[in-house]
């Protein structure tokens, strides 16, 4: 009962995110960027669903192209993360040694920098721009995917069916990509959804901060930014994108439960 | 165990070189001449001279590195280049905050969380057990910068219960001070209630399932006996790493707490050195992060014989 | 007084549905010892567990009556279950390995019963514990009681699981297979220990088996279960001996028995021929030195002819599972030589005795990729064979999967079959490229006896057939007696001594063999299956 209500009401969330980000690359009820000082701080009405900001502009049609804009990096970053990830994991997993040893240490000491200082660190050096933030995030999180998947592989190459596959004569590589990678998707796809997530906040975070996505490109983190001078007499602009991230973030954490309760493989075999 | 010690420390070892190697090339990586980066376009040359010999800058990168470790072992970090001030000692001032912080709310919602979590195992797939989960993965799912919004809009700005922007430390005035860091606190231990409840929930419903607590309860043991010697301290093992883990990170994450806050911890000196381009603060911030992660793990690490006696010196 | 009646017994998923007991009805007097045989998915272990009121989550009682010591469970209130728990009714379970509490002392966990059910002292407490540590034969009880459970094996944390219920002198002591988990040799002893136990405090027995010849050796009375319900009931020798439902004697023809001896002699050079076969592994490294190693086999010399079956037998610890690997050139040697059709093969990787030897594994759950279906799992092996067209291949693949019993399958996953069917697609993979040499580890250990008999038949037709020669590992003297042609003893590394099936059943020389062949689980009704537990 639980699995379901987590995946449809996750599903839901994700959908609604996605359903959102996509329209709004076609459309918005206004243009998110147009100045309008007449119309300054209104409060959510039937013109503007969630109200105007300092600049007049829309809320509505802000928090949806920032819906595009997190959607977008957050899904290029994980790709990243997670074919990076993949690859040096399994290599480190599989072949062990001196490869692994080496791998591993440089990993450890990469995971001794919590995510953001880690992504803040390599913008510094490559600036702060959609593809800087993505490619600091992405080696933000590549080490947690590394540990994942090493320890995944660790586990595989001792089941018998590897020993199997040596026995018939194949080579090793063989085993490593017939045998082994087919096996590790599983908890590597449930690290994934939670690590949409995890990209999901820290991008906003660093918007947040001011060293994201730099304004007037609207996301969700900078939106929040400015609408703290604004916070007693315009709640509604605080109140807005940061539902978003909340309710996104809830959707992608149900819908990585249900998916994490599937596969369990003593779910499997009920 | 001095001998499980001396081994743990020494594997420190290599990564706290790594992360100072990570972070000396930090800036070096930077495109364009150090100092210029460091010191802006329009910069004094006599103050471009001084840095570039406080830098070393003529010799050869391995002796840079070498000559920057040497003064870090001996305490100093530098200095900063927008007030001048002693890297470490302003590093340590600002941590004394963030730490208190940090540490009172994993504190306390480990109180919370794994009592929870131990309970909610308990009656597994119960309405209980549905509500915990259900608020713990509410909790995670929102973001800390925003909650700190709410809560100040709503403590802060509408009921004025509490001040909403400033600081005042400990020493000078405690119950002052103890309402300027009440809410940071409360925040992040919302947060990671949620985090850590589903960590302890999970564990619990691991250890239930093992035979020797049915062995327990065939002895006639009763159930609140049962949770509290068999299963608590064999679930707890996977939630203390959690904690190691959160405590780490948070000390990253701290700086968007603060900066809400408006508090004078450690992540906002690193954010507000990052925009000012005060890169041996930076440095220094970076550094010292990293530090205290990897000790605050080898200190986990090292408690875990006393949960787990199967953990031995070996 | 009847210490235990159960009637019409009904248990079933809390989900709704399915009879995981159904009508099940027994009795167990005062001093009794009753063994309650089944095959998985018997129910066996639910009864047991409804008897002490400790259904799993997902099972619910639904009906029936269970009086306990005159106690009617359905009435009882939990207090009173609580304090029956223990003193009345204790129980053993199959895992030692994680039946006890890793993070508290020996000592601390068989304490706690005594003071919960006993107002005795401390030292009152810790005495008898070291009294019953030494009873059960650990043989040093004061270190014992203060150590950790991970320190021991898994023999000796079974005692003491013994130890720690024995201790409350309970009425009705409940094993659920205590002895599967253990080494051959192991598992006699404990059972004798635990039977001794029972005599000494006058307790009833009800031991969960599937071992007919444990059956035969302790119990005055079974029941035999199958799929939750009671198929037959009676003295154990009636049982076994005449059984009348035909499950019963299916379960009574699975137990292996001698066939008429092959007369498969070795002519001519050996296929396979190890000289001096030595195994080391290096021991742990730590910091500045390595640990001393561990030496698994030890000078072995075996020579294995075309078609034969060699058996090796041993106790955990023997080095016969590393001598099978190390045999197929799997695990690296230390020492000797291995020859194939006379070539040396030790150390060069020889293509041609990879493709002419195969393995068929323990564990059918593990042994399958998950991830493969039937057909490419059996299929696989003859990617070595490239003179194979596509339909050629397809055609043998499922010419091999009807040969073992499983036609038409071959688009299945691994997790929808039963472990028999999974082991029978591991000897299909195995034989699929007519091997010339096939080591079998321990192949029907994790299976069920009457599946067991069944697999142990398909491996004897397809050797007739295929003509394999066989190096068949196994614990379990009863498999091999079936199957072997020659048996070779190992124990400590070494061989300790080899012959013919006949030889070694009939006249063992060596006392460890003849400790095996006493550990045997055979149809033995001498000894104490007369005597009653005097109460």
Redesign the interface.
Do not use: C
């Given at each position: 009962?639980?699995l379901r209500a987590n995946t449809a009401i996750g599903g839901a969330l994700v959908t609604l995110l996605l359903g959102t980000a996509i329209t709004a690359m076609f459309w918005t009820p206004f243009d998110p960027l147009r100045i309008n000082l007449r119309a300054r701080l209104q409060p959510p009405s039937s013109l503007y669903w969630l109200g105007t900001d300092e600049f007049g502009r829309d809320v509505l049609s802000r928090v949806m192209v920032g819906a595009g804009a997190s959607v977008v990096i957050s899904l290029l970053t994980v790709l990243l993360a997670v074919a990076a990830g993949m690859a040096i994991g399994c290599a480190a997993g599989y072949i062990r040694g001196w490869t692994d040893r080496i791998i591993m240490?440089?990993n450890?000491?990469?995971l001794?920098?919590?995510?953001?200082?880690l992504a803040?660190?390599v913008m510094?050096?490559v600036g702060a721009n959609k593809v800087g933030l993505i490619l600091a995030l992405g080696l933000a999180y590549i080490p947690s995917v590394v540990r994942v998947v090493r320890g995944t592989v660790l586990s595989i190459r001792e089941k018998e069916y590897i020993e199997a596959s040596r026995v018939i004569g194949n080579s090793e590589a063989y085993s490593m990509i017939r045998h082994v990678m087919p096996n590790a998707i599983a908890p590597v796809a449930v690290l994934t959804t939670s690590m949409f997530?995890w990209v999901l906040?820290a991008e906003?975070?660093l918007s947040?901060?001011?060293?994201g996505v730099p304004p007037p490109a609207p996301t969700w983190g900078n939106m929040?930014a400015a609408?703290?001078p604004f916070?007693?007499t315009a709640?509604w602009l605080?109140?807005a994108?940061?539902?978003c991230?909340?309710?996104t973030?809830?959707g992608v954490?149900?819908l990585g439960?249900s998916l994490r309760d599937r596969l369990d493989p003593r779910m499997a075999h009920g | 165990m001095l001998g499980y010690l001396a081994?743990r420390l020494?594997m420190t070892i290599?990564?706290?070189l790594?992360?100072a190697i990570?972070?000396f090339a930090?800036v070096r990586?930077?495109p364009g001449d150090p100092v210029q980066v460091m010191l802006g376009d329009s910069a004094d040359p006599v103050q471009a001279a001084q840095l570039r010999a406080q830098l070393g800058l003529d010799q050869p990168i391995p002796l840079q590195f070498m000559h920057w470790i040497a003064k870090l072992a001996a305490g100093d970090f530098g200095h900063s280049i927008t007030n001048n001030l002693a890297v470490l000692p302003l590093i340590l001032d600002r941590f004394q905050v963030s730490a208190v912080i940090v540490l009172v709310a994993v504190a306390a919602a480990a109180c919370i969380a794994v009592p929870a979590g131990l309970i909610a195992a308990w009656k597994?797939?119960s309405l209980l057990d549905?509500s915990v989960?259900g608020g713990a993965?509410?909790l995670?799912?929102?973001?800390s910068?925003?909650l700190g919004?709410?809560l100040?809009?709503l403590f802060g700005?509408k009921l004025k219960w509490l001040p909403v922007i400033g600081y005042v430390p400990f020493s000078e005035n405690f119950w002052q001070a103890a309402t300027f860091i009440l809410l940071p606190i409360v925040t992040l231990t919302m947060i990671e209630i949620g985090v850590l409840t589903r960590m302890a929930r999970a564990a619990s419903i691991e250890v239930l399932r093992?035979?020797?607590v049915?062995?327990?309860?065939?002895?006639?043991?009763?159930e609140w006996l049962v949770l509290g010697?068999?299963v608590l301290?064999?679930a707890f093992a996977p939630t203390w790493t959690l904690i190691g883990l959160v405590l780490?990170?948070?000390?990253?994450?701290i700086?968007?707490i603060e900066?809400?806050f408006t508090l004078p911890g450690l992540g906002r000196l690193?954010?507000d050195s990052?925009?000012a381009r005060d890169y041996p603060v930076?440095q220094g911030c970076?550094l010292f992060?990293?530090v205290i992660?990897?000790v605050v793990n080898l200190i986990v690490d090292l408690c875990y014989p006393l949960?787990?006696?199967?953990v031995t010196v070996? | 007084m009847t210490l235990l009646a159960v009637d019409n017994l009904r248990i079933e998923a809390a989900s709704g549905g399915t009879a995981v007991v159904d009508d099940v009805s027994f009795a167990i007097e005062r001093g009794e010892f009753l063994a309650v045989v089944g095959e998985s998915g018997s129910g066996k272990t639910a009864a047991a567990r409804a008897v002490?009121g400790?259904l799993p989550?997902g099972l619910r009682k639904v009906g029936g009556r269970i009086v306990l010591d005159g106690v009617d469970l359905a009435t009882a209130a939990s207090r009173r279950m609580?304090?029956?728990?223990?003193?009345t009714v204790?129980?053993v379970?199959?895992?030692p390995m994680?039946?006890?509490?890793?993070?508290?002392s020996v000592g601390a966990q068989m304490a706690?019963?005594l003071r919960?059910?006993e107002r005795i002292g401390k030292s009152e407490i810790k005495r008898r514990c070291l009294d019953m540590l030494a009873r059960v034969q650990i043989r040093d009880p004061d270190r014992t009681y203060d150590a950790?459970p991970?320190e021991f094996s898994g023999g000796m944390r079974q005692r003491i699981?013994l130890a720690?219920?024995m201790l409350?002198k309970p009425k009705l002591l409940i094993a659920d297979e205590p002895t599967t988990a253990l080494d051959t040799l192991t598992q006699r002893e404990v059972l004798d220990l635990m039977v001794g136990l029972a005599r000494d405090h006058g307790t009833s027995v009800m031991l969960i088996t599937h071992n007919l010849g444990l059956v035969s050796r302790y119990a005055q009375r079974a029941l035999v279960l199958r799929q939750g319900r009671m198929v037959e009931s009676g003295t154990s020798r009636q049982i076994l001996a005449a059984p009348r439902e035909a499950y019963t004697r299916q379960l009574v023809e699975a137990l292996p028995r001698r066939g008429a001896a092959t007369g498969r002699r070795q002519s001519g050079d050996p296929l396979v021929s190890v000289r001096g076969l030595k195994v080391a592994f290096a021991g742990?490294q730590r910091?500045f030195r390595r640990d001393a190693g561990v030496s698994a086999v030890n000078g072995v010399d075996l020579d294995i002819g075309a078609g034969e079956t060699v058996a090796v037998v041993g106790g955990s610890g023997s080095g016969k599972t590393t001598l099978g690997r190390a045999m197929l050139r799997l695990i690296p040697t230390s020492g000797g030589e291995i020859r194939f059709r006379g070539k040396d093969v030790t150390t060069t990787a020889d293509r041609e005795f990879r493709l002419a030897s195969q393995l068929v594994f323990q564990d059918p759950y593990s042994s399958l990729d998950p991830r493969m279906r039937l057909g490419e799992i059996v299929a696989e092996p003859l990617r070595h064979v490239p003179e194979l067209t596509v339909g050629e291949r397809d055609r043998r693949v499922e010419a091999m999967l009807e040969e073992v019993g499983l036609a038409g399958l071959a688009r299945r996953w691994p997790h929808e079959l039963s472990g028999g069917q999974r082991q029978r697609v591991a000897i299909a993979r195995a034989i699929v490229r007519q091997p010339a040499f096939v080591v079998a580890d321990e192949p029907v250990s994790a299976l069920d006896m009457t599946i067991q008999a069944q697999v142990l038949k398909l491996f004897e037709r397809l050797q007739a057939q295929y003509g394999f020669a066989c190096l068949f590992i196994s614990h379990d003297l009863a498999a091999v007696e079936q199957v072997a042609d020659r048996v070779v003893v190992m124990q400590g590394g070494q061989i300790v001594e080899q012959g013919s099936r006949d030889d070694i059943f009939d006249r063992p020389q060596h006392d460890y063999t003849k400790a095996l062949l006493a550990a045997a689980p055979v149809l033995d009704f001498a000894g104490t299956a007369v005597a009653r537990v005097s109460g």
């Open positions: 009962m639980r240490a440089v450890d000491a990469l001794a920098f919590p995510g953001i200082l803040l660190a510094i050096v997530g906040l906003s975070a947040f901060l001011g060293l929040l609408s703290r916070m007693e709640a605080s109140i994108p940061g539902l991230i909340a309710l973030l809830l954490n149900l439960d | 081994r020494a290599p990564t706290l790594l992360v990570a972070v930090l990586l930077i597994q797939n549905l989960v993965t509410l995670l799912s929102i973001p910068f925003w919004l709410l100040l809009l700005l093992l035979e020797y049915t062995h327990a309860r065939a002895k006639g043991v009763p010697r068999h301290p064999n780490g990170h948070l000390l990253g994450g700086a968007v900066t809400v690193l954010v990052i925009f930076v970076l992060t990293a992660y990897v949960f787990d006696p199967r070996a | 002490l400790l989550p609580r304090a029956l728990r223990g003193p204790g129980m379970f199959q895992e994680v039946s006890l509490n890793p993070a508290i706690e019963g919960l059910h950790y991970h699981m720690s219920v409350l742990r910091l």
